[in-house]
């Protein structure tokens, strides 16, 4: 029996086959599909940056703008807002550590010119109305594409998403995003890196 997953173009094989035949395969990316037996053991890794810096070479064209907005607490608890902007102020100097402006095809509006504008509009980052308001934040700063997040918080564990989205058509790029990402809330920043990861080819041309 043969299990259908979807994986990169890339994907590193790693240790010798065991006893019972199965394999150990490392996925990087999430662009073509391919049959793996059932037995076989696939796992996520939570840092791929020397690998993902291979398939994206640096770009010396025109650059795509993107604003990353403070990811939304959907719990509602007030105890639990702390990583809204703390998370999103990470994953700002996450991308700017590792993917340099002068290296890649996009470049990041500065979290504060963010934070300035939803404040001028007097937003509700918890309210209903937040992730429409964005647009008008988005197109404020001429921003090309957003990074929207939200995290739900049950027992101290909190359940990370997040996508990129194109302001234009306002729609998410569906073949790499974060989801399902499982945490101590406490141990939430721990995850930037794997969320930054996985929503980076989706940022670049």
Not at 19 to 39: C, F, R, Y
Not at 65 to 74: E, R
Not at 137 to 151: D, F, R, S
Not at 169 to 188: C, D, Q, S, W
Request: with cysteine; charged share 25%.
């Amino acid at each position: 029996m043969k299990t259908i997953f979807t994986i990169g173009v890339i994907a590193l094989i790693t240790g010798c086959s065991s006893a019972n035949g199965s394999s150990k395969i490392t996925l990087i990316d999430s662009l073509k599909t391919i049959s793996i037996p059932s037995n076989t053991e696939v796992t996520q890794p939570d840092s791929n940056l020397v690998e993902i810096k291979k398939v994206y070479p640096k770009f010396t064209g025109e650059k795509v703008v993107v604003a990353i907005f403070p990811f939304k607490n959907l719990s509602g608890e007030v105890k639990y807002d702390s990583l809204m902007f703390s998370f999103s102020d990470s994953l700002e100097q996450f991308f700017n550590k590792n993917f340099p402006l002068e290296s890649h095809s996009y470049k990041i509006i500065p979290m504060q010119d963010v934070k300035d504008q939803i404040a001028a509009l007097n937003i509700d980052l918890k309210g209903i109305t937040y992730e429409t308001k964005t647009w008008e934040v988005a197109k404020l700063l001429g921003a090309e594409k957003i990074i929207w997040g939200t995290y739900y918080v049950k027992y101290e564990k909190a359940q990370i998403e997040a996508k990129v989205v194109d302001v234009k058509t306002k729609m998410p790029n569906n073949i790499n995003f974060a989801e399902k990402i499982r945490v101590l809330y406490v141990e939430g920043l721990s995850k930037v890196a794997l969320v930054g990861e996985r929503l980076f080819p989706a940022m670049v041309k």
